[in-house]
């Protein structure tokens, strides 16, 4: 596909994410609050030991930034960032995060500098954008070598009531681009030969809603 063409699919779905979420940013947090809760107790159980002082944190896709809240309690020390293509959101952050540098960014291509953060964190966003593969290449090559990377996502095909919400979603709102099962998000994460594989568990996070969560860290070799 010419360039051109991608570039302008990919602005094409970045505006539907906007459109979907900008209504949604004042009742973000409340009304998935059994996502977000499963979602960071299993990332905070699995966080890095030991991140010196100013260890730089990005967490793409922030949101209104509840998780830089709940980590900047937890460690006040670490340098925290956050990137979100929706506006509203990133107003919303700067209240809830005022301690983190906050940055209305696309997660395909962030606006970062090549290994530049010890952790980064992409929580529940991949069944929005068009090319995950892109997304996850790109987490490898923020995260500094000997780093960490925490992938959050809907665990896609899990249940029969999933599969008919990823087919009726993607039939009915442009922003939805599918969920990826299991075994399709470990075939690209072994696509990126830098990252080593440390955890992953499938969690239910409310009555229908299963996730799948990984953790990778970056080789120290790595480039």
């Known amino acids: 596909m010419p360039a051109n063409e991608v570039s302008a699919r990919h602005a094409v779905a970045a505006a539907d994410v906007r459109r979907d979420y900008e209504p949604l940013a004042a009742t973000f947090e409340e ?12 990332v905070l159980a699995n966080w890095p030991e030991a991140l010196p002082e100013g260890a ?9 930034g509840g998780f830089l809240a709940a980590l900047a ?11 979100d293509i929706v506006p509203a959101m990133i107003g919303r952050a700067r209240r809830l995060a005022p301690t983190a540098a906050l940055a209305v960014a696309d997660a395909q291509h962030p606006p970062f500098a090549p ?3 010890d952790a980064i964190v992409s929580l529940n966003i991949l069944h929005h954008l068009e090319d995950p593969n892109a ?3 790109a987490l490898a090559s923020l995260c500094r070598p000997g780093g960490t990377i925490i992938v959050s996502t809907f665990a896609g ?13 993607k039939g009915r709102n442009p922003a939805w681009h599918g969920m990826l ?11 990126q030969p830098g990252l080593i594989p440390v955890a992953a568990v499938e969690i239910k996070a409310d009555r229908w809603w299963w996730l799948q969560l990984h ?8 480039g």
């Not at 937890?74 to 990137?83: C, D, E, I, K, N």
């Not at 399709?184 to 696509?191: K, S």
């Not at 953790?215 to 790595?222: F, N, Q, S, T």
């Open 31 to 42: 009304r998935w609050r059994r996502f977000h809760a499963a979602t960071r107790n299993w």
């Open 215 to 222: 953790r990778l860290d970056k080789r120290p070799d790595a």
């Open 135 to 137: 997304h996850l290449a």
């Open 115 to 117: 290994s530049s953060f």
């Open 56 to 64: 730089r944190i990005l967490d793409i896709g922030c949101g209104v």
């Open 157 to 169: 095909g899990r249940t029969w009531r999933m599969r008919f919400a990823d087919w009726w979603l």
């Open 181 to 191: 099962s299991s075994g399709a998000l470990q075939a690209l994460i072994a696509g």
């Open 73 to 83: 309690e937890r460690q006040p020390g670490l340098s925290l960032y956050g990137a």
